[in-house]
């Protein structure tokens, strides 16, 4: 099992490495280590949840407002 900080290094490398976007790279370290995506959420760290959330926000993939029902905050924030 991964740990947090393990997951995060992954991502970042993978970031650097090649040109992917984070969500990509995330589903690669996910898919890499058998995990499913959706537990990939206890593992992200406070700056990869930054990155997607820019990311997403670029592509109006999510509305910015902190408490819609298409906002990150209201994903990480669900146990």
């Known amino acids: 099992m991964l740990t947090k900080k393990e997951f995060t290094e992954k991502v970042e490398k993978l970031l650097l490495n090649k040109n992917v976007d984070v969500m990509s790279a995330i589903l690669k370290i996910c898919e890499d280590n058998l995990l499913e995506p959706e537990s990939a959420k206890r593992l992200l760290s406070q700056p990869l949840k930054e990155k997607l959330e820019a990311e ?5 993939m999510i509305n910015r407002a902190k408490h819609s029902r298409a ?5 990480y924030s669900e146990k």
Do not use: I, V
């Not at 906002?71 to 994903?75: G, M, Q, V, Y």
């Open 56 to 60: 997403a926000t670029g592509l109006n």
């Open 71 to 75: 906002s990150l905050n209201s994903f």
